[in-house]
């Protein structure tokens, strides 16, 4: 049974850094083709894309938002971080961790999601 | 990057309605379409992959069409469960979501 669940702080001020942490378990990222994106939703808007990263460590940014991420996985431990610097009010969103098995495949398995909120 | 366009970006419908939405592609990305569901507090859940194959438990009411730049999810008969909003999705390059689509009942 896949399940991912996010990890992280509820509430971050301005200007400070935000690390979120997905929790992966009945998969491998290891495994050839596997992926993990983290995706966005800020209230009552739609989702985006920010980031992610592959079975052979291959990482991948929204170009937007490509100076301010990083993301990096721990295969022993089943887990994928997320770090994104310099939080601004409009980072206010709910953020998900999301799998793949294939780069070019759907977001199969999703996360409950966490939401972070932005505010000094 | 590859810009997503859903329309419309709302609709009325009632039970039994055969629902439509389209979404089209700033570029060509072959068949890499995917829709997904999403309901209030909940995260997405995937119906429809490269296009037109459902998704696993999905009901057979959905289905997908289109390749290049243009695709559409229908919904042959709307029930109750199907008031939600639904998003496209290109996994060509990366990921790119369209604005969604929020069907809400007549």
């Known amino acids: 049974q896949v399940t991912l669940r996010e990890s992280g702080p509820a509430l971050v001020k301005p200007t400070q850094t935000l690390t979120l942490t997905c929790t992966f378990s009945?998969?491998?990222?290891?495994?050839?083709?596997?992926?993990v994106s983290w995706i966005r939703q800020p209230p009552g808007k739609a989702l985006e894309w920010l980031a992610r990263?592959?079975?052979?460590?291959?990482?991948f940014y929204r170009t937007s938002l490509k100076t301010r991420l990083t993301i990096s996985k721990d295969t022993s431990k089943n887990q994928v971080v997320l770090i994104m610097t310099n939080m601004d009010p409009v980072d206010t969103a709910t953020y998900y961790c999301?799998?793949?098995?294939?780069?070019?495949?759907?977001?199969?398995?999703w996360g409950q999601g966490t939401l972070v909120t932005v505010s000094s | 990057d590859i810009q997503m366009t859903q329309s419309p970006s709302s609709l009325s419908a009632s039970v039994g309605d055969r629902v439509t939405i389209t979404c089209r592609a700033s570029?060509?990305?072959?068949?890499?379409l995917n829709w997904y569901q999403q309901k209030p507090g909940k995260a997405p859940k995937l119906l429809i992959y490269?296009?037109?194959s459902l998704q696993s438990g999905v009901p057979s009411r959905f289905s997908g069409s289109g390749s290049g730049t243009d695709f559409t999810l229908t919904i042959s008969s709307l029930q109750p469960e199907d008031f939600a909003t639904y998003y496209c999705?290109?996994?060509?390059?990366?990921?790119?979501f369209g604005q969604g689509t929020r069907l809400e009942i007549k």
């Open positions: 999301a799998r793949k098995r294939g780069p070019q495949l759907p977001f199969d398995y």
């Open positions: 009945g998969f491998s990222l290891s495994t050839s083709g596997m992926c």
């Open positions: 990263i592959d079975w052979d460590d291959d990482k």
């Open positions: 570029q060509t990305i072959s068949r890499y």
């Open positions: 490269t296009a037109s």
């Open positions: 999705q290109q996994s060509y390059t990366t990921a790119t």
